[in-house]
């Protein structure tokens, strides 16, 4: 079966780090693109980043220029690296696998049961 556990969360300060990783199994890891999404208290989902299987990676405007995402394939691993961290970061953190089949997209199929980012002094 798929699994995709998260971990690296926790509490720190405004202008702190974090890096989160995603261990992933079940499935061809270094085939398949793979997103993180977050969602602070009370409010909905937000995209963060995707890195795809040949390694390009995109943000969302909000993060951009603080966060890095990478991949390890021999690790079967998704990493995001956070910096300089704001309480506006403050959310559970998914990481997600992108279905993909003959080259189209269908959306997230499996998730992660997220990691918490708490940002505050």
């Known amino acids: 079966e798929v699994q995709l556990v998260e971990s690296g969360g926790g509490l720190v300060q405004p202008g702190g780090s974090l890096r989160l990783s995603c261990a992933a199994s079940?499935?061809?890891?270094?085939?398949?693109?793979m997103t993180w999404v977050r969602q602070a208290p009370g409010k909905g989902l937000e995209w963060v980043s995707t890195?795809?299987?040949?390694?390009?990676?995109s943000y969302n405007e909000s993060v951009k220029g603080r966060f890095t995402t990478s991949r390890d394939n021999a690790r079967n691993t998704l990493y995001l690296q956070m910096n300089s961290l704001e309480p506006q970061d403050t959310a559970v953190y998914y990481c997600?696998?992108?279905?993909?089949?003959?080259?189209?997209?269908?959306?997230?199929?499996?998730w992660g049961k997220g990691t918490l980012v708490t940002v505050s002094s």
């Open positions: 997600a696998k992108e279905l993909q089949i003959d080259g189209f997209y269908f959306g997230m199929d499996h």
């Open positions: 890195i795809t299987n040949g390694g390009t990676i």
């Open positions: 079940g499935f061809t890891f270094s085939s398949y693109v």
